[in-house]
């Protein structure tokens, strides 16, 4: 890692910092949420898919911070999400390849945070209750470890 200390003058006023140039592979940080998510779907092989989505802090819009399938980052949250924000219940909807359940995600003192999506592997005789109970047993195991909103933003350290 590359670091240059500056000083300057602008407009009277003195300015001093660090430029930090980072190695090409650490310029992207990944963050606790994104660490949770591949965790949690190492841990699952009935999951075909998660993504949480949360507002960033100092923002007004939810969107998606983190998944297993990187394209859907940065997305905006939809009905959905908006369903399982405005309801605290979870969100089901079967379709063709399975179970797609977003649930509202809480801190671990309960406050709501944002949601969780899943993809369920479709299953023989596989139900909504099914689905939901797994539901429930997926989100206590991740929301026992988010202290907070913000914890989900931090970077992982040694990353």
């Keep these: 890692m590359n670091k240059w ?17 980072l190695p090409l592979n650490a310029q992207s940080q990944k963050i606790q949420a994104q660490r949770l998510i591949e965790i949690t779907a190492q841990k699952h092989p009935e999951i075909t898919g998660l993504e949480l989505s949360a507002t960033p802090p100092g923002k007004e819009s939810c969107i998606t911070i983190a998944a297993t399938e990187s394209k859907g980052i940065g997305e905006k949250c939809d009905e959905d999400e908006a369903t399982a ?4 219940k979870p969100f ?3 379709e063709p ?22 993809d369920y592997k479709p299953q023989p005789g596989q139900t909504e209750g099914d689905v939901l109970k797994g539901t429930a047993q997926l989100l206590r195991e991740i929301e026992r470890q988010i202290p907070s909103n913000v914890f989900l933003f931090q970077t992982v350290s040694g990353h």
């Design 5 to 21: 200390e500056f000083c300057s003058v602008v407009q009277g006023i003195l300015i001093c910092g660090v430029l930090t140039r």
């Design 85 to 88: 924000l405005k309801t605290e």
């Design 92 to 94: 089901v909807e079967h």
């Design 97 to 118: 390849d399975g179970f797609d359940v977003t649930a509202p995600l809480h801190d671990a003192g309960g406050k709501l945070i944002g949601t969780l999506g899943i």
